[in-house]
């Protein structure tokens, strides 16, 4: 693109990344800011026995067809696999196989009254092709008006409260419609279990593959960069980062929006008034190499208040052992609200909550069986999407012209993956190059 102006990304997870090669395919210079060492963001990647694997728990749903057209674009398609998982239910210090008709029937916490609601209240979401008609509502409530207050007590209020603390009465109910939408969209053709997908090797792969082209595509990608501050300057923007300050005629930011509204003082106050109302969960992720399985289950529902993680992720129920030098994988899955104090409770403190509770999956759990353990913690993980939230939803191009944002707060009515950060990358730097035309 001749005369093309230098567009600055803020971030190098996925959405930056794909926005990132999409500017430069079109011609644009691209500087990317990264804040820690390595690319990739929530798709970070530690290894196990030898193997790359996610540091938070991740798979794809049938449903995720930008993934898969990214996967394509990379010639990763072959590598997708698209594997059977088996999900359970923790409640009352049981374990229930959970998300089949068969094993509803046999779900007891539920009795009878219970599966029926939840049969009907799963239905009745899964019909509504309309999300816009159910945005007044929270997912609690919409359950109490209709009469799914058994379904709501045995299932979904444990769920919402381990994922959303104190803050689940406020969870709207779009979010739940997006949830059970896209887990039925990928059942398998008996209905009667789940495909999962996962890329072999890991999706850092996907990371490795589109920071490898940004690069050859001639983006200058800074890592180890937090950037500071972006101010208007003359003609365009001032980005100061850890290292100094350079001028950009656009920028795309890509980071949550409570990191936007301090990185950018030139948005106006009622803006920031707005989005201030956009909040988030920060996510633990302890993760656990064992030697030896720690139940049957791929995905275990905690549905206990008193457990310390709302999900037990048994990886290798999902890839084989084998993969990992022999070694299970184990992730937990605890969400927290920033200004829980757990979020800063030191690894020790943390992991003398977690390995009680897991004799409650598994009663003859023992340390012995750890090889090796960590926690990852992720901030501003998890949107939390609130009844009418389309009248918070920031847009692409933000009110300061030349700065726009792309982030997980944005991909509403979908709610957070790789699929969708990746398909609002794009729609971002489409938004762009239809700009600069
Ligand atoms: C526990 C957990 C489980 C998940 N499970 C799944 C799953 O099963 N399947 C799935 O598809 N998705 C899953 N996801 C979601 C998926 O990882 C995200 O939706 C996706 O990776 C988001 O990409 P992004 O680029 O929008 O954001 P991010 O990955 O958050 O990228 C933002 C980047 O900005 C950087 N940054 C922040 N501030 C600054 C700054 N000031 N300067 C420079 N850089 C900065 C960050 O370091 C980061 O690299 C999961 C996420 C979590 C946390």
């Not at 045995?154 to 603390?165: E, F, H, S």
């Not at 950060?421 to 700009?435: P, V, Y």
Request: charged share 25%; hydrophobic share 40%; glycine share 10%.
């Amino acid at each position: 693109m001749a005369d093309s102006p230098r567009v600055a990304v803020i971030g190098g997870g996925l959405a930056g990344l794909v926005a990132a090669d999409r500017l430069l395919g079109a011609g644009v210079p691209v500087t990317l800011f990264e804040k820690y060492p390595e690319a990739g963001g929530l798709v970070g990647i530690v290894t196990v026995g030898g193997t790359p694997l996610e540091r938070y728990y991740h798979h794809l749903f049938t449903s995720d067809i930008d993934y898969v057209s990214f996967a394509k674009e990379f010639d990763l398609e072959k590598d997708l696999l698209w594997l059977k998982s088996r999900m359970g239910f923790l409640s009352g210090g049981r374990l229930y196989d959970f998300g089949t008709p068969a094993s509803l029937l046999r779900f007891k916490p539920l009795g009878l009254v219970g599966r029926l609601q939840f049969v009907l209240s799963t239905l009745k979401l899964r019909q509504s092709s309309d999300w816009k008609r159910l945005e007044g509502e929270t997912a609690m409530g919409w359950m109490r008006r209709n009469g799914y207050g058994r379904a709501l007590d045995a299932v979904w209020g444990p769920l919402l409260r381990q994922k959303y603390g104190r803050r689940a009465e406020d969870v709207g109910l779009v979010w739940l419609w997006g949830k059970i939408a896209l887990r039925t969209r990928s059942r398998d053709e008996t209905g009667l279990g789940e495909r999962l997908g996962y890329l072999k090797g890991s999706f850092g792969r996907g990371v490795a593959a589109v920071l490898q082209r940004v690069k050859e595509r001639g983006g200058d990608v800074r890592t180890s960069r937090p950037v500071r501050i972006v101010k208007r300057g003359a003609g365009g923007f001032d980005v100061t980062f850890a290292g100094g300050t350079e001028a950009f005629d656009l920028v795309l930011s890509t980071v949550a929006i409570p990191e936007l509204l301090r990185l950018a003082p030139d948005l106006p106050e009622e803006t920031r008034k707005k989005w201030s109302a956009i909040s988030y969960c920060h996510a633990l992720c302890p993760i656990l190499e064992l030697d030896r399985p720690l139940s049957p289950y791929y995905w275990l529902n905690v549905g206990d208040d008193a457990m310390p993680f709302g999900g037990v992720i048994e990886h290798t129920n999902f890839l084989s052992p084998a993969d990992y030098g022999g070694r299970h994988v184990v992730y937990l899955s605890n969400y927290v609200l920033p200004d829980d104090p757990k979020w800063k409770r030191r690894d020790e403190e943390l992991w003398a909550e977690y390995l009680p509770a897991l004799r409650v999956v598994n009663p003859s759990f023992d340390e012995s069986w750890i090889l090796a353990k960590q926690i990852g913690r992720a901030e501003y993980a998890q949107p939390i999407i609130v009844p009418h939230y389309s009248k918070l939803l920031p847009p692409l191009q933000t009110p300061v012209p030349g700065l726009w944002s792309a982030c997980m707060a944005q991909t509403y009515p979908e709610d957070r993956g790789q699929n969708y950060a990746i398909r609002i990358g794009r729609e971002a730097a489409d938004a762009i190059l239809a700009t600069l035309r």
